[in-house]
């Protein structure tokens, strides 16, 4: 690739971090527990980097779960979370269509994820939480049902979340 190339390529990612970075820090917040700030986001290399790195799990073996939206505030679900953290304690990297243009963002552990999000958190309406050691990951997609129900669709895959 020419520099004049890769130049412009850098001005573009310039351009769309600019562009998403403010309604990236608010969606963030609104899965977070403690607020996120910007200069803790990753850089777009480091993003790339983890992106690539995660590549393996996009083709394992897929455990999924649906349930109502509603139900991700219950009990029996906040357990289910805390047996995620059991098998798999390490930081959490959050994914969401605005990460590749803003930076990845990194929390403690699955516990520091705040599952009481509202429905409309993001209009794409999913969530992607990946483990910093790269062997598991779960897919929040929430959206609506044939008949109008909020529903969460639970993708879990890895070595101790997809089993």
């Not at 269509?97 to 929390?107: N, Q, R, S, V």
């Not at 699955?110 to 779960?138: M, Q, R």
Request: aromatic fraction near 10%.
């Amino acid at each position: 690739m020419t520099n004049q190339k890769l130049i412009m390529i850098e001005k573009d990612k310039n351009i769309a971090y600019k562009r998403n970075i403010a309604k990236y820090l608010q969606e963030l917040n609104r899965f977070c527990k403690k607020k996120p700030v910007e200069n803790e986001l990753l850089s777009l290399d480091e993003t790339q980097n983890i992106r690539d790195n995660s590549k393996a799990l996009d083709t394992a073996i897929v455990r999924r779960h649906r349930i109502g939206f509603d139900k991700k505030n219950d009990e029996k679900f906040l357990d289910f979370v805390g047996s995620l953290y059991e098998k798999n304690r390490s930081n959490i990297y959050i994914w969401t269509p605005l990460t590749m243009a803003c930076g990845t963002y990194k929390i403690d552990s699955i516990l520091d994820f705040n599952f009481g999000f509202e429905f409309d958190s993001n209009p794409e309406g999913i969530v992607v939480l990946l483990t910093s050691n790269f062997t598991d990951k779960i897919t929040l997609d929430f959206s609506m049902d044939e008949s109008g129900k909020r529903i969460l669709d639970i993708d879990l895959v890895g070595d101790n979340w997809g089993k």
